[in-house]
């Protein structure tokens, strides 16, 4: 008698489970039904949200949720968390401050990966499946509905380094204080470096340029210059394009470079002009 | 003949001179009535918590401005008298189609100094125009974060000392988008964005609003304790009152 009064209460907790999994999948139903005609478009590429429905569920749930909203079943283990794409805030853009990315930055996001992050490059994918999950992304996000993407922002094409170039970005690196957080030698151990949080009030650190060159959203030189010039929306890190004009942010790429415990072109040149690291007290020039 | 055809001109110049006396009086009323007005107060009840002072000892350039005078947190800003500051109030029900969608031409200046936000909390109309401002000698990142999910977007610019002002507006009603600094974590304060009339009470804890007759309902915001709303009814040529008494928590 006991046996059974025990068994009809799990049955009951059973019930109740079933009923509460199904009423969350119908919610993600009527988002499907909503959004799911949205399309990418990466150069010659569209992407089709609805053929992302099978990747997406195999691949990418498990982090960034059913809904889309970075909550999936590994999300508590997870630090950064997984995006939240209900909210359609990224951090690696060509676009400004405060704007949507371009479908083409959330493709070669899929691709790259994050690093220093759970997030890995999916160079598996082809293109299409690219461009298809690049939709589906977006069709959690009412935003890419009623917005458009941000104007990506002037990259003019990459100048030769010299030594004038590197001493002007030092002096850059110092007037805009990005020694505050990142430290006067870019060991990410600058004065405001502790107090750091993220839009989830989770503690966040600055890069450390003496880790290497792996940025959070690229490794190249003109990936560099995007990430201070558009800043990482959702981090502390903002965008430096009202004061930095194209030209002078490639002299502060290369100073960045100098910074880096690998052998650059960049800190050979630094070493050669005997570059000291910034004294934060003394007037700017 | 001639006689009645000149009488007849009088009177037409008669009425034509009534009619226009007509209109510039109702003109006039219309005017008085454009000029009523909401006046108050807002209170604090009992006593404000402690604003802890702020250490600016890692910026040496906005320590030394507050040196003779330590500033502290705004979170509750109370007159000795329990008159309650940087509150904001607006109309949440009962403006009519041109009194919501007005913006105002007013350009107000949001300005970093001595690394603390002037003013603390800024009310706008959605689309309504203001100013960044950097007066100190230390760089500032300007950090507003909407709430997520919501209608306008997260931005963070960087905003060197010497940097020119720069123009920015909300496009979406929200109350209140929090700011902050992320250099200098203790720099924090709120935009209010609302349709319509909006006022921030201020150091005596008094505001004015400027609105049609009419019934609203007003509301009052403030950072630590919340809203509260009252009805309020605005009669032509008669400023009405709504006053707000917030419980220290």
Redesign the interface.
Known sequence: MRARLICSQWMCVAVVVAVSSLSGAQSTANQENQWMGIESHIGNLTGHAANAKDDYRRYCVGCHGDLGDGQGENAVWLDPKPR?F??A?FKCRST????LPTDEDLFNTIARGLDNSNMPPWNTFTKVQRADLVAYIKHF?AKWQTEKPGTPIQIPPEPEVTADRIKAGQVLFK???CW??HGVEGRGNG??AD???D?LNRPIKPFDFHDGDRFKCGKSNADLYKIFMT?L???????????VKPDEAWDLVFYLRTLQPMKTKEKEIARQLGLKPIDPNAPNP | MKFQHARYSLAILASLVLVSIGTVMLDQKVNAAAEGKITGTVKLDGTAPRQRPIDMS?EPSCAKIHESNPVHMENVVASASGALQNVVVYVSEGLTGNEASAVSSENPTWDQKGCQYIPHVMALNPNQHFKVVNSDQ??H???P?PK??GPN????????TG?PP?DVFWTGEEVAIPVKC????WMHGYMAVVKGPNAVSDANGSFTLNLPPGSYTVTAWQEEYGTQTQKVTVAAGKPATADFTFKAK
């Open positions: 939240d209900t909210i805030q400004p401050t405060g704007t996000s007037k805009l204080e505050k957080c004065p405001s107090t750091l949080t839009d800043g929306d959702g981090t502390p890190m903002p965008s430096f394009a009202d004061n | 890692k230390t760089s990142n300007i950090h974060m997520q999910g977007h997260e931005w963070n610019k960087s905003q060197p940097a720069f992320n250099i200098h974590p």
